[in-house]
């Protein structure tokens, strides 16, 4: 075998081995988008409006913390799971997001406290880092 012939032979290894340029992660794209486990909201919110608005907010908190485990995961190597989210989150977790003092308030008094939480910028980062090791297109 010449010099080459080796050269050539490690350096298709190294290209086989290193990790493809295009997202094999996954997608946090559900069939219905439209399911976004309200069901679950409702059954902790009861029918306190803001409060079902208020827990919809800390489940997006939810998926923007587990999304970037998720990818972070990805990128390291380690098993993760990219893919609907959809009866797959921890309402447990959630629900002990809300400050505790929400629960027993009035729709009116949580207004406020509602329209305070906001998710899209960070919804916007994660997604961005997930897109830029590959974790997701």
């Not at 489940?59 to 390291?76: P, S």
């Not at 009035?106 to 899209?120: G, R, V």
Request: charged residues 25%.
């Amino acid at each position: 075998m010449t010099m080459n012939s080796i050269l050539a032979a490690a350096t298709a290894a190294l290209i086989l081995a290193a990790p493809m340029a295009h997202a094999t992660g996954g997608s946090w794209i559900c069939e219905n988008q439209m399911d976004m486990d309200h069901e679950e909201a409702r059954a902790i919110s009861g029918s306190n409006n803001a409060l079902f608005n208020i827990l919809m907010k800390y489940r997006e908190r939810w998926d923007i913390a587990h999304r970037q485990a998720q990818c972070e995961a990805y990128a390291e190597g380690r098993p993760y799971d990219i893919s609907c989210l959809n009866d797959r989150r921890d309402w447990d977790e959630i629900k002990a997001m809300v400050p505790e003092e929400y629960f027993g308030m009035s729709s009116e008094s949580l207004t406020p406290h509602f329209q305070a939480i906001e998710t899209f910028d960070e919804m916007r980062a994660v997604n961005a880092y997930c897109r830029d090791v590959g974790a997701i297109e």
